[in-house]
């Protein structure tokens, strides 16, 4: 015998499931992912209907046992009423009435109403639903009367109890671990979910625009050996930074992804609406005429004004910038581009050399040199984010990921690895959609990797979109 008592202060929400056709215990858990579960209305074999009369979601279903019953409220409170009553009332969505009462009012009270079937008479293994003024009860019994079962509610604290389906569909859950196990298809199942009492607050992914610019109609911005496109290099880094940050956890938008020019107006758009934390474009610079080599050479970065986030970010972009590409340090400037004064998040604007300066273009056409680029933009936007950078940061290459999932609890703790056991890092809430990189399966619980790499949360509170 089980008695599964349930502080109603620790209750989020309750609910019926009401299946066509009949579930598993294992398929009610992966399709609804209650926290705990037991079979519900009697149902006959023979007609294929629910034999207890039910309300779900203000439908109804099944006959009477006994005019009264269990239902829940619209705020998942659980309560005593009658079937007409709750039929009355649109807070009461759903119902089950007794089949039969076992408890009402503190005292065995076995009322079968107008029906009484013969098969619960006699020995049974039997579910019963119960409630006191603090606790839900739950509980699987062994062979019992219905005498017996009343009594052992009574027991276990029932103010209220009725009798639910029994013998081979007794099915009592927690999680993981199956008090009363059955492998039978029911039709209906209770399943109540916990409340998370986690209040943390969760730092989401950062967010970076990376722009490439110009495009490959952009009049000049070509070396004057004709063979190389500002906009080419700048598009590879980019996609060489993107790669980078994806696998540190950072989302990476890009303001461009084909070959033609973009409007700068249009570039800074594309950053607000992104939400980013900070902007980086990126370029590669020229001097003189366009059509002869010329002698100016090295590093610099751009900001719309020192003092700011930005001049930080440009700092750290020039600390691992100019000893790992091993150019001049024109150091940082100011100036108004219109990628730098229309985005609204710290912006900095990168000249990676001279494509006009011979040397300097053969560097620039190299593809060791581009990664070298990406590599030190990479460092310095992470260092400015917070986050370490790893040199080999975990890429998935299972195509499985990465997918998203929005979280279906209230809130939701993010474990550090894939466990209760582990430490909370932070919590996620209700609706929050959230990108997996990853799987651990630890029991039969599957624990989702976070794409902002703070941790793990259990598939269980969670639904692919
Ligand atoms: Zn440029």
């Known amino acids: 015998m089980t008695s599964l008592k349930i502080k109603r202060s620790e209750i989020e929400k309750i609910d019926i499931a009401n299946i066509q056709g009949g579930f598993t215990a294992s398929q009610v858990m992966d399709r609804?992912?209650?926290?705990?579960?037991?079979?519900l209305a009697l149902y006959d074999m023979a007609s294929l209907t629910n034999i207890t009369k039910m309300l779900d979601e203000n439908k109804e279903s099944g006959y009477l046992f006994s005019d009264e019953g269990i239902y829940i409220d619209v705020n998942n409170n659980i309560g005593w009423c009658t079937f007409n009553e709750a039929r009355a009332d649109s807070n009461k969505d759903d119902y089950i009435s007794g089949s039969p009462i076992?408890?009402?009012?503190?005292?065995?009270?076995?009322?079968?109403?107008?029906?009484?079937?013969?098969?619960?008479?006699?020995?049974?293994?039997?579910?019963?639903?119960?409630?006191?003024?603090?606790?839900v009860v739950l509980i699987s019994t062994d062979e019992v009367t219905?005498?017996?079962?009343?009594?052992?509610?009574?027991?276990?604290?029932?103010?209220?109890?009725?009798?639910?389906?029994?013998?081979?569909?007794?099915?009592?859950?927690?999680?993981?671990r199956i008090y009363t196990g059955s492998a039978r298809r029911n039709v209906s199942w209770l399943m109540i979910y916990k409340k998370n009492t986690n209040e943390e607050v969760l730092e989401m992914a950062k967010k970076v625009c990376i722009d490439a610019g110009h495009g490959k109609s952009t009049s000049g911005k070509r070396s004057p050996d004709g063979k190389l496109k500002e906009y080419e290099f700048n598009r590879d880094v980019a996609k060489r930074i993107k790669t980078i940050l994806e696998a540190h956890g950072v989302d990476v938008t890009l303001t461009c992804t084909g070959d033609t020019d973009v409007s700068l107006t249009q570039r800074a758009k594309t950053a607000n609406n992104a939400k980013v934390d900070c902007f980086v474009s990126i370029h590669a610079n020229a001097h003189g005429n366009g059509v002869t080599w010329t002698t100016a050479q090295g590093w610099e970065i751009y900001v719309c004004a020192k003092g700011g986030k930005a001049e930080k970010l440009a700092k750290a972009i020039q600390k691992h910038?100019?000893?790992?590409?091993?150019?001049?340090?024109?150091?940082?400037?100011?100036?108004n581009y219109t990628v730098l004064t229309q985005t609204s998040m710290p912006a900095v604007l990168v000249e990676h050399g001279f494509f006009t300066n011979k040397e300097e273009c053969e560097k620039l056409k190299s593809d060791s040199?581009?990664?070298?680029?990406a590599e030190a933009d990479a460092k310095g936007i992470l260092e400015y984010l917070g986050i370490t950078y790893k040199e080999k940061a975990e890429t998935n290459t299972d195509s499985k990921f990465p997918y998203k999932v929005k979280i279906t609890a209230n809130l939701l703790n993010v474990r550090k690895d894939a466990g209760t056991?582990?430490?909370?890092?932070?919590?996620?809430?209700?609706?929050?959609v959230y990108t997996i990189v990853g799987e651990k399966q630890n029991g039969s619980t599957t624990w989702l990797k976070l794409k902002s790499g703070l941790g793990y949360i259990s598939s269980k509170y969670t639904k692919r979109v």
């Open 421 to 432: 056991n582990y430490p909370v890092t932070c919590t996620v809430k209700h609706n929050e």
């Open 32 to 39: 609804y992912k209650p926290d705990i579960i037991i079979n």
């Open 146 to 176: 219905l005498e017996k079962a009343a009594k052992i509610a009574l027991d276990s604290g029932c103010k209220y109890a009725i009798n639910l389906d029994g013998g081979g569909s007794c099915h009592l859950q927690e999680g993981n």
């Open 321 to 335: 910038s100019i000893p790992e590409l091993g150019l001049k340090d024109r150091g940082i400037k100011e100036a």
């Open 369 to 373: 040199f581009r990664q070298k680029c």
């Open 102 to 135: 076992l408890v009402k009012n503190g005292a065995i009270s076995i009322e079968w109403g107008n029906k009484v079937s013969s098969y619960l008479l006699g020995s049974h293994k039997r579910s019963i639903l119960g409630f006191n003024d603090d606790e």
